[in-house]
């Protein structure tokens, strides 16, 4: 009769720990079913953790890209409208130079007409003074002041650029000019019109006629100037649609790597829990047998 009754504690033990693993591999399944996730821990898969770990910091650096790259937009946006500004007051300071050189105004006209031109300057350093945020767009890294002086033009920025980066490999994009580069080259957008001011006062036609040429070199440097931004704004975009692109490549990596299937991980977990009733069952009649078998 030992004998037997050491059978049934043998298989009675045998019975339970199998119940023990089945129970143990069906709050497995729960936890999967209702995470999605076949990763929760690193110990789940210790051989791609490393891996996971990085495809989640790449998504994290090509959101941070995106961000830059919509921020940088802005900010370059912005600029193009200052420089738009600055194309249309040259436009008209150009009108006014052709008008006033004209015989037809006598020298008290011409010097009246100073005012316009002191009035064309006082917009020209608005728009030379753009900014969004607190952040002057044409001062360079020097952007938490004004770029020019109000009074005598002066740039008072610095020559380096603020720049963010938009995507991997160091792709960078300005959000910022140096002022003095992007509107006081090869075309003076400032002091052209200071020289039609100057040139107003003095009443000659001769001296308002002499400044057209320059005039029309600033405008020719207003039109390199939004070149160059346009290109800028293009990085951005680019950046932008890269890291977004980038961005569900990635999420499509990582769900292959942690991600569960959805109809296997409820199928596996159903025939699980089936196990688990069974084995349950077989442990009851097995406990039983054993409590018949010492009566």
Excluded: C
């Amino acid at each position: 009769m030992s004998i037997v009754r050491s059978t049934y504690h043998s298989r009675l033990s045998a019975l339970s720990r199998q119940s023990r693993r089945i129970g143990d591999q069906m709050a497995r399944a729960q936890l999967e079913a209702s995470s999605g996730l076949k990763v929760l821990r690193a110990s789940d898969a210790p051989g791609r953790t490393s891996y996971i770990h990085s495809v989640r910091e790449s998504r994290a650096d090509q959101s941070e890209y995106t961000s830059n790259a919509d921020w940088a937009f802005q900010h370059l946006a912005a600029a193009d409208g200052g420089l738009g500004g600055f194309a249309q007051v040259i436009s008209e300071a150009r009108e006014l130079a052709v008008q006033m050189s004209s015989e037809t105004y006598n020298t008290d006209s011409r010097i009246n007409s100073q005012a316009d031109a002191t009035a064309l300057f006082d917009r020209a350093i608005q728009h030379g003074n753009t900014n969004l945020g607190g952040r002057y767009l044409f001062a360079g890294e020097a952007y938490d002041s004004e770029a020019f002086d109000s009074v005598t033009g002066a740039y008072l920025g610095d020559t380096e650029e603020p720049e963010v980066a938009v995507a991997d490999g160091n792709v960078s994009v300005l959000t910022g000019f140096d002022g003095s580069n992007l509107l006081q080259g090869s075309g003076d957008v400032i002091t052209a019109i200071q020289n039609l001011e100057t040139a107003l006062g003095t009443g000659s036609a001769t001296n308002v006629q002499a400044t057209i040429d320059e005039l029309d070199a600033a405008l020719e440097q207003i039109a390199v100037a939004r070149t160059v931004l346009g290109g800028e704004m293009q990085r951005a975009e680019d950046g932008r649609d890269m890291a977004q692109n980038m961005t569900i490549a990635l999420a499509s990596q990582e769900s292959d790597l942690v991600d569960v299937d959805a109809v296997e991980s409820f199928t596996n977990l159903f025939e699980i829990q089936q196990a688990f009733e069974a084995a349950l069952q077989v442990t009851a009649n097995a406990r039983s047998s054993l409590l018949f078998s010492r009566l």
